[in-house]
Structures are given as C-alpha cells and as structure tokens.
Nanobody, 128 residues
Framework: QVPLVESGGGLVQAGGSLRLSCIAS?????????VGWFRQTPGKQREFVAA????????WYGDSVKGRFTIHRDNAKNTQFLQMNSLKPEDTAIYYC????????????????????WGQGTQVTVSS
C-alpha cells in the first residue's frame, strides 16, 4: 500500500475556510489516474466530495459542495488539495484522500470502489 497522508483539518466557524492537503510518499503521484476526496460521519456511508483526473481537465464534485469546494493536484509535488470555502456545520466529517492507480481505473470517480489507495483521514469540524 502506498501511504497517502492528509493534513489541514481542524475546527472552523461556519462561513470559514480550510485547505486540505494529501501527499503521497514513496510513489510518484502522477501515476494515479484519479485522485479524490470522500467524507464520512458516524453511522453513514462514505460520501463523495470531489475528484480530479491525471491531467486536471476533468473535475467532479458532490452536489452538496459544488460552488464551495475546489480540488487541485500538483503532480510535481505529489500532492492534491481541497480548498473548502463557505463551510457549513453539515460539512463536519472525517475527510479521506483517495487515489486510483492507472491499472485500477474504471471511471467510477464518485464511488469508494473506484479507488485502491486511501489515507487515514483528517477531521474537519465546523461550528455554528
């Protein structure tokens, strides 16, 4: 397993912003056909947040975050980012970085089964 490490989570007031980062160590990031973010709260299934393809010309967002969140990737730095603006209390969750190897790619960018590498997660808490 190639480790993916998230950072940038924390506590923020509603309306505020956070920037999550995910770095891949020990492996070239540009070998991932797809990278993305999911989030999960206790008792619920993992929810798709955003995804971006290798070239960056394909980006997808979950309906609940469209217009507020932006995903970027920097292959040279082995890093992807999730800029989260206008945060709401309902955005509170553990956010997971995900990556899909080229050989694993199926086109399922908005389902957890479409990814073969995961980070440990970072907590985001938005207070009202």
């Amino acid at each position: 397993q190639v480790p993916l490490v998230e950072s940038g989570g924390g506590l923020v007031q509603a309306g505020g912003s956070l920037r999550l980062s995910c770095i891949a160590s020990g492996h070239s990031f540009d070998s991932y056909a797809l990278v993305g973010w999911f989030r999960q709260t206790p008792g619920k299934q993992r929810e798709f947040v955003a995804a971006i393809n290798w070239s960056g010309d394909g980006r997808w967002y979950g309906d609940s975050v469209k217009g507020r969140f932006t995903i970027h990737r920097d292959n040279a730095k082995n890093t992807q980012f999730l800029q989260m603006n206008s945060l709401k209390p309902e955005d509170t969750a553990i956010y997971y970085c995900a990556a899909c190897s080229e050989s694993f790619y199926s086109g399922l960018h908005d389902y957890p089964l479409g990814y073969d590498h995961w980070g440990q997660g970072t907590q985001v808490t938005v207070s009202s």
